[in-house]
């Protein structure tokens, strides 16, 4: 199983980027999935999750900027993220959760992107 993450750049704070992440050799339709980042000399953090039937929950910070998405027919996941902080510099990757829901811990996840950079400039 391959989760090939994309989309990273650099971009000006106020702007948008939007990340796909595309997986291979398998579907995924019956799983939760999620973004989670990382920024230097920090540890991994939850960003947002999708279940099986696409509810959705947001970390409070990405609330009202981020969208997090699914289309089970492409076996990709979205996020769109806008109004960027620079806070919001990091790697994010994408992940495959065990089971249908998505939880917020990384533990609960079995499948990983390589990960893609954020880059937010003052």
């Known amino acids: 199983v391959q989760l090939q993450a994309s989309g990273g750049g650099l971009v000006q704070a106020g702007g948008s980027l939007s990340l796909s992440c595309t997986a291979s050799r398998r579907t995924f339709s019956n799983n939760g999935m999620a973004w989670f980042r990382q920024a230097p000399g920090k540890e991994r953090e939850f960003v947002a999750d999708?279940?099986?039937?696409?509810?959705?929950y947001y970390a409070d910070s990405m609330k009202e900027r981020f969208t997090i998405s699914r289309d089970n027919a492409k076996n990709t996941l979205y996020l769109q993220m806008n109004s960027l902080k620079t806070e919001d510099t990091a790697v994010y990757y994408c992940a495959v959760a065990l089971g249908p829901m998505a939880p917020v811990v990384p533990s609960a996840y079995r499948y990983w992107g390589q990960g893609t950079l954020v880059t937010v400039s003052s």
């Open positions: 999708i279940t099986w039937r696409g509810g959705t």
